[in-house]
Structure formats: C-alpha cells, structure tokens
C-alpha cells in the first residue's frame, strides 16, 4: 500500500520558518523523483520544488527561489522542505508527491500551511 504522509504544516507569523516532512512507503522510494506542490484557495496547484531520485538535482519555481530548499534521506525515505522567510502568498495546502516518469504517480493528503500575523 502507497503511503506519502506530510507533516509539518500550521501557522507561522511572516518572515518566519516551517519544516514539512514527508514520510514515503510502498513503493520504491530511491527510484522516484519526489516533489513538493501546493494549492492555495481558488488557484491551480502549482508545482514548488522538485528533487532527483539521488538527490543531485533539484529546481524550483521562481516565486520560491532562495528561500525554501527541497532535500531528500533515501536511507529513512523522507523528503523534506525547509522554509524560510516564508511570506502571506506562500500559504496554502502543501502536498508531496512520487514520480517515476512525467506525470506524478503518487500524492500525499496534503498539510495546511498558513502564514499570517
């Protein structure tokens, strides 16, 4: 059984940090391109950060360059997401996600993150 399961979100004044973790089971995790995407009320979901299955690339989208770093612990199959200076536009649900092609194979549930005073 699939299991991606975040944890890490909440509330966090502007300018503050938060660390979102994502334990991964039931498929080969060392194998997958793992992502972090996240949808705010009334937009798409949008695609964040992304890291290689060896962890030896990464990218991210323009409105989170230098402030969030995506890593992975292929030994504990974790991904995680360090975020810095985190601003009111970065709020939103935040959810992992398992690729080994293109298109994403797997999601997680999903963890809420709020940035406000």
């Known amino acids: 059984q699939v299991q991606l399961v975040e944890s890490g979100g909440g509330l966090v004044q502007p300018g503050g940090s938060l660390r979102l973790s994502c334990a991964a089971s039931?498929?080969?995790?060392?194998?997958?391109?793992m992502s972090w995407y996240r949808q705010a009320p009334g937009k798409e979901r949008e695609l964040v950060a992304a890291i290689a299955n060896t962890g030896g690339s990464t990218n991210y989208a323009d409105s989170v360059k230098g402030r969030f770093t995506i890593s992975r612990d292929n030994a504990k199959n974790m991904v995680y997401l360090q975020m810095n200076s985190l601003k009111p536009e970065d709020t939103a649900v935040y959810y992992c996600a398992a690729a080994t092609g293109f298109l994403v194979d797997y999601w997680g549930q999903g963890t809420q993150v709020t940035v406000s005073s």
């Open positions: 039931g498929f080969t995790f060392s194998r997958s391109t």
